[in-house]
C-alpha cells in the first residue's frame, strides 16, 4: 500500500468486492489506509463519522454507496425495487444533513430508478452504476475548472489562506478552495499557503497541512485565532475556502469559523472567495438562516485531542460543526461556470448567478 496520499484515490468502486474504497481520514495524517465499505451501515457511519468528508466526496460517496444498496435489494418487482431503493436513500441523506451534495446526489441516483421504469431490475442495477462513476468523473471535471477560473483571480508569490479541507481529500480530485493552489503549483506560482488548524476537527491541521505539504508547497499552519495577525502583517492576499452549502441569495454554510474569517478578510481589505461546484448551490434554500447547522459531541472539544481531559467535568459545550457567511462577506463564489459577484438572482437552467 502506498503511503504517498497523493497517489491515493479519495473514493472509489471496487466492482468485484462490490465494496466502496475510502480513505480513512480520522487516521490522517499519521496513517493512510483504506477502508473497504460494504454494507449501508458501515457507509452511513463513514459519512457521518467524517471517514469521508468533504461536500464533493460526500456526494461521491453517496453515489456509490446507494448503488451497492441496489446490489442487495432482492426482487425483480420494479415496485419494490423502487420501495426499498428509496427507504436506502433516505437512511443514508440522514447521514450529514448540512453538505446538500449529500441529497443532491441521492435525488440523482433516484431519478434514474424513477426514469428507468419499465426495464429489469439488472438493467437498473447498471444504469445506477454508470450515474455513480459519472457523478465521480465529473466531480474531477468540475474542480479542475474552478481552479482555473480562480487562477485569473490571483498572481505568482501571494499569500492565500485557507480554513478546514477544501482540498484533494474532500472530493475525488483537485479541491475546491485548493484547486487554484494545486494549478498554481504546477504553473510555479510559488504561492505562500496559510491554513488554519480549523477546530474542532482539526481538519486543516491533519488534512489541508498534509496534502499540500505532501504535493512540495509552501505550507504554514496556524490557530484559527491567529489569522487576524497573518492578514495584519500583511501575509495574506486572498482568502480561498470551500462550502457544503449555498443559500439561494449567496449565503454559505461552511467549517465552523469561516464566518470568522470572512469578517477579519472584510476589515483587512482581503477578497474573500468561495468555491463550490454548483451542485452545493441550494435553491430551496432561501438564506443562511434556513440552513440547518449539525451539532457535534462535545467530546470533540473537550477531550478528543488531549492525553488527558482539558476541560472541567460536566462543562457546557457548544459545538456547531459549521457557520454561515453572510454574502455580503463574500467577494466571490466560484463555480465550474466562473466567477460570480452578485447573488441577487441565481439561475437554475445555467447555473450561474446573474
Same mark, same amino acid.
Given at each position: 500500500m502506498?503511503?504517498?496520499?497523493?497517489?491515493?484515490?479519495?473514493?472509489?468502486l471496487?466492482?468485484?468486492?462490490?465494496?466502496l474504497?475510502?480513505?480513512?481520514?480520522?487516521?490522517l495524517?499519521?496513517?493512510?489506509?483504506?477502508?473497504r465499505? =460494504?454494507?449501508q451501515? !458501515? +457507509?452511513w /457511519?463513514?459519512?457521518?463519522?467524517?471517514q469521508? &468528508?468533504?461536500?464533493?466526496?460526500?456526494? *461521491?460517496?453517496?453515489?456509490?454507496?446507494i448503488?451497492?444498496a441496489?446490489?442487495e435489494?432482492?426482487t425483480?418487482?420494479?415496485?419494490?425495487f423502487?420501495?426499498?431503493f428509496h427507504?436506502?436513500?433516505?437512511?443514508?441523506?440522514?447521514?450529514?444533513?448540512?453538505?446538500?451534495?449529500?441529497?443532491w446526489?441521492?435525488?440523482?441516483?433516484?431519478k434514474?430508478?424513477q426514469?428507468a421504469?419499465g =426495464?429489469?431490475?439488472? !438493467? +437498473?442495477? /447498471?444504469?445506477?452504476r454508470?450515474?455513480?462513476? &459519472?457523478i465521480?468523473?465529473?466531480?474531477? *471535471?468540475?474542480?479542475k475548472?474552478?481552479g482555473?477560473?480562480?487562477?485569473?483571480?490571483?498572481?505568482?508569490?501571494?499569500?492565500?489562506?485557507t480554513?478546514?479541507?477544501?482540498?484533494q481529500?474532500?472530493?475525488a480530485?483537485?479541491?475546491?478552495?485548493t484547486a487554484?493552489?494545486?494549478?498554481?503549483?504546477?504553473?510555479g506560482?510559488?504561492?505562500?499557503?496559510?491554513a488554519?488548524?480549523?477546530?474542532?476537527?482539526?481538519?486543516?491541521?491533519?488534512?489541508?497541512?498534509?496534502?499540500?505539504?505532501?504535493?512540495?508547497?509552501?505550507?504554514?499552519l496556524?490557530?484559527?485565532?491567529?489569522?487576524?495577525t497573518?492578514?495584519?502583517?500583511g501575509?495574506?492576499?486572498?482568502?480561498?475556502?470551500?462550502?457544503?452549502r449555498?443559500?439561494?441569495?449567496g449565503?454559505?454554510?461552511?467549517?465552523?469559523?469561516t464566518?470568522g474569517?470572512?469578517?477579519?478578510?472584510?476589515?483587512?481589505?482581503?477578497?474573500f472567495?468561495?468555491?463550490?461546484?454548483?451542485?452545493?448551490?441550494d435553491?430551496?434554500?432561501?438564506t443562511?438562516?434556513?440552513?440547518?447547522?449539525e451539532q457535534?459531541?462535545?467530546?470533540?472539544?473537550?477531550?478528543?485531542?488531549?492525553?488527558?481531559?482539558?476541560?472541567?467535568e460536566?462543562?457546557?459545550?457548544?459545538?456547531?460543526?459549521?457557520?454561515?457567511?453572510?454574502?455580503?462577506?463574500?467577494?466571490?463564489?466560484?463555480t465550474e461556470?466562473?466567477?460570480?459577484?452578485n447573488?441577487?438572482?441565481?439561475s437554475?437552467?445555467?447555473k450561474?448567478f446573474?
Amino acid at each position: 500500500m502506498t503511503t504517498n496520499i497523493l497517489d491515493m484515490e479519495t473514493l472509489a468502486l471496487d466492482e468485484e468486492e462490490h465494496a466502496l474504497v475510502i480513505i480513512d481520514q480520522t487516521k490522517l495524517p499519521n496513517k493512510a489506509e483504506y477502508l473497504r465499505l =460494504k454494507t449501508q451501515g !458501515e +457507509i452511513w /457511519t463513514a459519512i457521518r463519522e467524517l471517514q469521508v &468528508r468533504g461536500a464533493p466526496a460526500i456526494g *461521491d460517496a453517496a453515489a456509490i454507496g446507494i448503488y451497492l444498496a441496489a446490489l442487495e435489494i432482492d426482487t425483480d418487482d420494479y415496485g419494490e425495487f423502487a420501495r426499498q431503493f428509496h427507504e436506502a436513500a433516505d437512511y443514508l441523506n440522514s447521514s450529514r444533513p448540512t453538505a446538500v451534495n449529500l441529497s443532491w446526489a441521492l435525488n440523482r441516483m433516484e431519478k434514474i430508478v424513477q426514469e428507468a421504469k419499465g =426495464k429489469s431490475v439488472p !438493467e +437498473i442495477r /447498471t444504469l445506477l452504476r454508470d450515474e455513480a462513476l &459519472r457523478i465521480k468523473q465529473e466531480d474531477i *471535471d468540475i474542480c479542475k475548472k474552478i481552479g482555473e477560473h480562480a487562477l485569473t483571480l490571483v498572481k505568482p508569490g501571494m499569500g492565500l489562506l485557507t480554513h478546514c479541507n477544501a482540498g484533494q481529500l474532500a472530493t475525488a480530485k483537485y479541491g475546491t478552495a485548493t484547486a487554484v493552489m494545486y494549478l498554481g503549483h504546477q504553473k510555479g506560482y510559488n504561492f505562500k499557503i496559510y491554513a488554519d488548524e480549523t477546530r474542532p476537527l482539526l481538519q486543516g491541521a491533519r488534512l489541508t497541512a498534509y496534502e499540500l505539504s505532501a504535493a512540495g508547497m509552501d505550507v504554514t499552519l496556524i490557530c484559527d485565532n491567529m489569522a487576524s495577525t497573518v492578514m495584519k502583517n500583511g501575509w495574506i492576499h486572498a482568502v480561498f475556502v470551500g462550502c457544503d452549502r449555498v443559500a439561494a441569495n449567496g449565503d454559505v454554510a461552511n467549517k465552523i469559523g469561516t464566518s470568522g474569517v470572512a469578517i477579519l478578510a472584510k476589515h483587512y481589505d482581503i477578497p474573500f472567495y468561495v468555491c463550490a461546484p454548483s451542485s452545493t448551490i441550494d435553491l430551496s434554500t432561501p438564506t443562511g438562516a434556513d440552513i440547518h447547522i449539525e451539532q457535534r459531541a462535545p467530546e470533540e472539544v473537550t477531550d478528543m485531542w488531549y492525553k488527558e481531559r482539558m476541560a472541567p467535568e460536566g462543562i457546557n459545550v457548544y459545538n456547531p460543526a459549521f457557520d454561515v457567511t453572510d454574502h455580503e462577506l463574500i467577494t466571490a463564489i466560484v463555480t465550474e461556470n466562473g466567477v460570480f459577484n452578485n447573488f441577487t438572482v441565481f439561475s437554475a437552467e445555467t447555473k450561474t448567478f446573474i
